[in-house]
């Protein structure tokens, strides 16, 4: 119970209006810090609402997949160089970001992972991968500025964010075929 508390009151620090501005002032940090930390926010607080909702849990997410794939898609829709951008200027954006976020990634992820089997769990990772890669070089590589509200320097920076992020996944997929899993059991 003590990790659904400091969720939401992790969850409630994010919203509070400085810490928001500082944490979207600046492109990756808007990204790859407050987006992720919101996740976390969910992430902790999902055993409140697994406990509050069990039945939903179980058969709405039996085998993990459907959450996950929740997850995912909500990810990849933040991803979008357009959705971060309306974040910052239209209201209900930035309402469903902080809604968003928590509850349809953190919540998922944490109900689903456990209940994934190994190769969804490495599947989910590679689709990452893959994405980050994607988008990274899109970042990089495009010669006009993506995000109105951010400098094309942010721009790049950024991109080579998601490079960073996909080379630490790459590491870790690679780490699998030289590690025995049992080992760690």
């Excluded at 969850?11 to 996740?39: C, D, G, K, R, T």
Aim: glycine share 6%; aromatic share 16%; with cysteine.
């Amino acid at each position: 119970m003590t990790q659904v508390i400091v969720g939401l009151v992790f969850y409630l620090f994010l919203m509070l209006p400085p810490v928001a501005n500082l944490l979207e002032s600046i492109m990756i940090f808007h990204m790859h810090m407050q987006m992720p930390l919101l996740v976390v926010a969910g992430f902790l607080m999902a055993p409140f609402l697994q406990k509050k909702f069990p039945l939903f849990f179980a058969k709405y997410n039996e085998n993990g997949i459907p959450g996950i794939l929740l997850f995912m898609i909500i990810m990849f829709f933040w991803n979008i160089p357009r959705t971060m951008d309306e974040a910052l200027t239209i209201q209900f954006v930035e309402i469903f970001k902080f809604i968003g976020l928590p509850f349809l990634a953190g919540v998922p992820l944490r109900d689903s992972w456990h209940k994934l089997m190994t190769r969804w769990k490495n599947g989910t990772l590679l689709m990452f991968l893959i994405v980050y890669t994607g988008t990274g070089i899109l970042y990089i590589a495009s010669p006009v500025q993506l995000c109105n509200n951010y400098l094309v320097k942010e721009q790049i920076t950024l991109g080579w964010g998601f490079i960073t992020v996909a080379a630490a996944i790459l590491i870790y997929l690679v780490q699998l075929f030289f590690v025995n899993p049992s080992d760690y059991e």
